[in-house]
């Protein structure tokens, strides 16, 4: 079986990732939400991880690659504003849409408001486009849910359908082991790759198994990690339009006392995680966040430079 699976190789990736190593770095840690297939609940998982994290104290950007749909951030102006309303101690984190398809407008976006922040969440949109692969490029972290059904598992892997041997990478599963064998070829830390289910209904426990076989092959032959997943459960929708979550109700008094209807999943994705703490830098990292900030703002007052020098300006005292 071995002999038989084979990476396809993706043009381009040496240059993608020299492209992303050449940017200022970040001290933030970059969790990426990323599947080309589409609807599988990249945003949803992003939305409910940042809140969460933000919840739990940290200093938390959330970017949303998609600009068309903007659901993440949507979500995230929906819950500023049932803060403003109902006047809640509520726990935002700060968000921003890339609405260029472009490297830089990506790395604009985490030094202009990432700088301070612990954690940066990036939601990849449902395609793949330059913009979905520097957002990989940049992952720290990689989740990538997949709802368990063999035509989502085909973006990842290619499967015998008698045998169940995977037989090929699938164009996602190909883009990221790509980028991670790239990765290390330049000496770059690969991303912790973590696969998620998403969606799973409790009767389809027979489907499940050969979806879990089919997850673990691809896990095993592409670096990924296997994550617990998350059930089919309206919770995870209805109170989106508030951008709320329903560990959130609990601060809103006038609700009085609200049954807790999801269960610990978001937690224990971010446990599977394995993050850096959310509490304060240790004096390694503020030293390192210091040199960070300094050459953002370097590469930002250079920008604004050449923005000002036809008119004089800033250059000339520079
Ligand atoms: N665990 C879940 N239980 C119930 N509904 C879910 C769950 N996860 C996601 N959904 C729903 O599935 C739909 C798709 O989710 P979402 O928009 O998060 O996917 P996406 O991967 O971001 O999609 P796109 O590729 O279009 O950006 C939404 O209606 C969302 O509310
Ligand atoms: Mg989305």
Redesign the pocket.
């Given at each position: 079986m071995d002999t038989a699976f084979s990476v396809q190789p993706v043009p381009g990736l040496s240059q993608l990732v020299a492209d992303v190593q050449s940017r200022p770095q970040r001290d933030a840690h970059v969790i990426v939400?990323a599947?080309e297939?589409?609807?599988?609940?990249?945003?949803?998982?992003?939305?409910h991880a940042a809140v969460a994290l933000a919840n739990a104290g940290a200093a938390v950007l959330a970017i949303d690659c998609?600009s068309r749909?903007r659901?993440l951030h949507m979500a995230l102006e929906n819950r500023r504003a049932t803060k403003t309303c109902l006047g809640i101690a509520l726990a935002c984190p700060r968000s921003a849409v890339v609405d260029r398809a472009a490297t830089a407008a990506l790395f604009q976006e985490m030094g202009r408001l990432g700088t301070r922040c612990r954690f940066i969440l990036i939601?990849a949109?449902?395609?793949d486009s330059p913009l979905a692969r520097a957002a990989i490029a940049v992952a720290d972290t990689l989740v990538t849910?997949v709802n368990p059904s063999f035509i989502d598992l085909a973006h990842l892997g290619r499967f015998n359908p008698a045998t169940m041997a995977l037989t090929a990478t699938g164009p996602f599963g190909a883009l990221v082991a790509g980028l991670q064998q790239e990765r290390e070829r330049q000496g770059i830390r690969p991303a912790d790759w973590l696969l998620l289910k998403?969606?799973v209904r409790p009767h389809e426990a027979r489907q499940q198994e050969r979806v879990d076989q089919a997850l673990a092959a691809l896990a095993s032959k592409l670096g990924a990690r296997i994550g617990s997943g998350?059930?089919?459960?309206?919770?995870?929708?209805e109170l989106?339009a508030f951008g709320l979550t329903h560990p959130d109700l609990d601060r809103i008094p006038q609700l009085g006392a609200v049954k807790p209807r999801e269960p610990q999943e978001v937690d224990r994705m971010l446990a599977e995680l394995r993050l850096p703490p959310v509490g304060l830098p240790t004096p390694r990292e503020q030293a390192s966040r210091a040199w960070v900030q300094a050459q953002t703002r370097t590469a930002y007052l250079n920008a604004l430079k050449d923005h000002v020098a036809p008119h004089g300006g800033l250059r000339a005292r520079a």
């Open positions: 939400f599947n297939k589409g609807g599988v609940g990249k945003s949803t998982l992003a939305f998609d749909q659901s939601d949109p449902g395609h849910p998403n969606r998350f059930a089919e459960r309206v919770g995870y929708r989106f």
